[in-house]
T-cell receptor, first 108, second 113 residues
Framework: KNEVEQSPQNLTAQEGEFITINCSYSVGISALHWLQQHPGGGIVSLFMLSSGKKKHGRLIATINIQEKHSSLHITASHPRDSAVYICAVGTSYGKLTFGQGTILTVHP | EAGVAQSPRYKIIEKRQSVAFWCNPISGHATLYWYQQILGQGPKLLIQFQNNGVVDDSQLPKDRFSAERLKGVDSTLKIQPAKLEDSAVYLC?????FGTGQFFGPGTRLTVL
């Protein structure tokens, strides 16, 4: 079993839909990261959180430390949100362990 | 603020050849990471530097991979000799210090034929 599990692996949505991507982990962490990766390889950090909830524009990330679970929500999805979304958990030394990613496709 | 720079962006080599990748982290960032991302998988940490010292290289295949960060700034990752299974995107990231947010470079896509 992987230390970081994401679901779903693939997600297709229509423009405007509310999207949720889930992440479960089995190890102790200092922080959880949500990353976005577009075709071509570049990775952008969306959120780094260790408790509660963070919001940035149409993106919301939540984490439940007791349940070792995090969710990434996208409100009013748009085709430009199409990308791979990766959950990663970090130790106090900064080492990240990554999930396998969720491929999101938003159709107009 | 300039981001993490990597070169080359793409490289195609034949198996058993050697290849080197270069990374220039964000100015002032003490921690530098090299990741390998095989198609369809999440990135895997190869090596982590703190300044010019190695913090974690437990997943670096040391028989063929080497990395250095001699002056605590730029870093190079070398593969010698390359195998077909080394085909991947090699990502460099840097952070201000341990446990702070990581900033990723654009990656180098390596194809081994």
């Amino acid at each position: 079993k992987n230390e970081v599990e994401q679901s779903p692996q693939n997600l297709t949505a229509q423009e405007g839909e509310f999207i949720t991507i889930n992440c479960s982990y089995s190890v102790g962490i200092s922080a959880l990261h949500w990353l976005q990766q577009h075709p071509g390889g570049g990775i952008v950090s969306l959120f780094m959180l260790s408790s509660g909830k963070k919001k940035h524009g149409r993106l919301i990330a939540t984490i439940n430390i007791q349940e070792k679970h995090s969710s990434l929500h996208i409100t009013a999805s748009h085709p430009r949100d199409s990308a791979v979304y990766i959950c990663a958990v970090g130790t106090s030394y900064g080492k990240l362990t990554f999930g396998q990613g969720t491929i999101l496709t938003v159709h107009p | 603020e300039a981001g993490v720079a990597q070169s080359p962006r793409y490289k195609i080599i034949e198996k058993r050849q050697s290849v080197a990748f270069w990374c220039n982290p964000i100015s002032g960032h003490a921690t530098l990471y090299w990741y390998q991302q095989i198609l369809g998988q999440g990135p895997k940490l190869l090596i982590q530097f703190q300044n010019n010292g190695v913090v974690d290289d437990s997943q670096l295949p040391k028989d063929r991979f080497s990395a250095e960060r001699l002056k605590g700034v730029d870093s190079t990752l070398k593969i010698q000799p390359a195998k077909l299974e080394d085909s991947a995107v090699y990502l460099c990231a840097s952070s201000l210090d341990f446990g702070t947010g990581q900033f990723f470079g654009p990656g180098t896509r390596l194809t081994v034929l």
